[in-house]
């Protein structure tokens, strides 16, 4: 079931009851798409995670987005920081404004997960893999750029 007008900016202490089951897709009035989640470590406004089957929300990395370990999970978007165990809304369709990438990462160009937990790039490393369904619409200032996520997940290995 979707949920329809949700506040992306919810963050549910680890102590508090979350209101949304985790893995519950939701809009906000402006139609962006967004998954509750629980936060895997301390996650910060940008940082691109990776969503296992229990809802935990882990920065993506070339080890958590291997084969055998994260490859075909759902990506999503942090829009709002979530420290350890904390329950919020990542963003996973529609335009976004900030996504954590490499230094002078190209826009609109097939971006890789990176040994930087969170960040995304262009540089076509060997052994990272794809993120499909996310692509930057701005150039990079300071390891942040605007993009546009398309229900993402992590692809092939390069």
């Known amino acids: 079931m979707y949920i329809l007008g949700i506040d992306p900016n919810l963050v549910v202490a680890s102590t508090g009851v979350p209101p949304f089951k985790l893995g519950q897709v939701g809009f906000d009035a402006d139609g ?5 989640v629980r936060a ?16 935990d929300a882990t920065p993506a990395t070339t080890t958590t987005s291997a084969p055998g370990t994260g490859q075909g ?4 978007v942090v829009v709002v920081a979530l420290a350890d ?13 900030s996504i954590s990438v490499g230094t002078s990462c190209a826009v609109h160009t ?23 369904g996310l692509s930057t619409t701005a150039a990079e200032a300071s390891n942040l750029a605007a993009g546009i996520l398309d229900w993402p997940i992590i692809g092939r290995t390069l």
């Open 110 to 132: 097939i971006v890789n997960t990176t040994a930087t937990a969170g960040r995304v790039d262009d540089d076509a490393t060997a052994g990272a893999e794809v993120v499909n």
């Open 85 to 97: 165990n904390e329950w919020g809304w990542v963003q996973r369709y529609g335009v976004v404004g």
């Open 73 to 76: 999970l759902p990506v999503g």
């Open 40 to 55: 895997n470590g301390t996650l910060s406004v940008g940082n691109v995670v990776q969503i296992d089957e229990l809802g």
């Open 32 to 36: 962006k798409g967004y998954q509750f």
